[in-house]
Structure formats: C-alpha cells, structure tokens
C-alpha cells in the first residue's frame, strides 16, 4: 500500500510569487490535513479537506488556500509568498479514526 | 484551550541507557487522543502510538513504552536501551474529538530532540 506522496518535495520561490503544492493520500483516505513546520512555530495545523469540502481552517491568512479533488488527491496555494513562508509543508492523510499518516513534506524555501 | 508541552528541548544519552521523553497537555474535552510521531532527519513524520482519553493504560511495543496519567494530564514516552537510530525529533500531539467523536486537528509540542550516541 503506497505511503502518501507529495511532490515536489523541494522548492525555490521568489518573493511575491505563488506556490501549489501537492499531496496525494493513502488510497481509501478522504482525509486530507496540512501543517507548515517551521523552526520558530513549531507544526501548525493549516487545514483539513474530507470528500471535496473544507472541514477545519487553522489560523493562517488568506494567502494560504487548498482544495480537494473527487480522488482525494488535495493541493495548497500560497500566494503571494513572503519570507516568513519558508517551511516544511507536511500532508497527512486519514481514515477516519484511524490516526494520521504524514508524506515525507515539501520544504519550501522563499528568496 | 488546547496546549501540548514538552519541557524538554534536547536530550542526550549514551546508546543502552533508557530515556523517558515528558509531555504534558491541556484540553476541557473529555474526549480526546494523544499521539506521538518520531522525525527523523529527513522530515517524515512518522506515528508511534495513539490513545484515547478513556483508555489510561500503559502500552509497551517492543522497547517503547507509554505512560498516561490523565490525573497529572501527563502521557510520557520511555525508550529502553536506546540504540543510534533513536535519534530523532519526538513530537507529542493532542487532538480534540469532533462532533460525532472522530478526531479532529493534531495541536503539537514543539518536540524534543533526542541524540543518541554510540
């Protein structure tokens, strides 16, 4: 059974560009939840998608925004990148109740 | 509110000696989980243990152990005879039930950095 996948797993951006990220889970989950790691912040949860619909928003701006497609397969955007966002961006998928499973992240990294 | 803490930051130790890693967590639900995640260096998190509120036994997998005090909101992670590829990054979580009792987001601690030396 494949692990969660996300791609690509580093990244260089210039400030004030934008980023997707990608996150494909464990096949079967309908949960999908990101979390930006960084050294001063410590794992913050940004949000959770199950079947297509956002179900809980951490407290991050607007500029951090994602979706979740029919195959569960989930994307973040952050627009217009600042500095403060390099970071870890870790996926987790879940069957709900069952724990969650993190993919190896995306370190992003802002210049 | 919602808090998880793990007082320490880094700890280490001598390969065979045992270590125990604290958390301690802050909730008002009554129905919660509480997990812990290993990160090696190459960011994966990867999962350890989860438990529920409502089951305060201690768990032993091989030589990790875990002890939930709910009475002191405590649940501490033991490794015997630590070995080199302990060595990582030990984070504990809490997640707060959902309506209808499934889990909700992982509040983290900000983890404590475990090297072990042969």
């Known amino acids: 059974k494949a692990g969660v996948t996300q791609t690509p797993r580093y990244l260089i951006k210039t400030r004030g560009q934008q980023v997707t990220l990608s996150c494909s889970p464990i096949?079967?989950?309908?949960?999908v939840s990101w979390y930006q790691q960084t050294p001063g912040q410590g794992l913050q949860f940004l949000f959770e998608?199950?079947?297509?619909?956002?179900?809980n928003k951490g407290n991050f701006p607007g500029r951090f925004s994602g979706r979740q497609f029919s195959n569960s397969r989930s994307e973040m955007n952050v627009s217009t990148l600042e500095l403060g966002d390099s970071a870890l961006y870790l996926c987790?998928?879940?069957?709900?109740?069952?724990?969650?499973?993190f993919g190896s992240g995306t370190r992003l990294t802002v210049v | 509110a919602q808090k998880v803490t793990q007082a320490q930051t880094e700890i280490s130790v001598v390969e065979k000696e045992d270590v125990t890693l604290d958390c301690v967590y802050e909730?008002?639900?009554?129905?919660?989980?509480l997990f812990w995640y290993k990160q090696p260096p190459s960011g994966e998190l990867v999962f350890l243990i989860r438990?529920?509120?409502?089951?305060?036994q201690n768990e032993i997998s091989g030589r990790y152990s875990w002890n939930f005090q709910k009475s002191t909101s405590s649940f501490n992670f033991t490794i015997t005879a630590s070995q080199v590829v302990d060595s990582a990054v030990y984070f504990c979580?809490?997640?707060?039930?959902?309506?209808?009792?499934?889990?909700?987001?992982?509040?983290f601690g900000k983890g404590t950095k475990l090297s072990v030396k042969p």
């Open positions: 987790a998928s879940s069957q709900q109740g069952n724990g969650y499973t």
């Open positions: 096949s079967g989950h309908r949960s």
């Open positions: 909730t008002r639900d009554t129905t919660y989980y």
């Open positions: 979580a809490l997640s707060e039930a959902n309506y209808g009792g499934s889990q909700g987001n992982l509040i």
């Open positions: 998608y199950f079947s297509e619909t956002q179900r």
């Open positions: 438990r529920n509120s409502f089951d305060e």
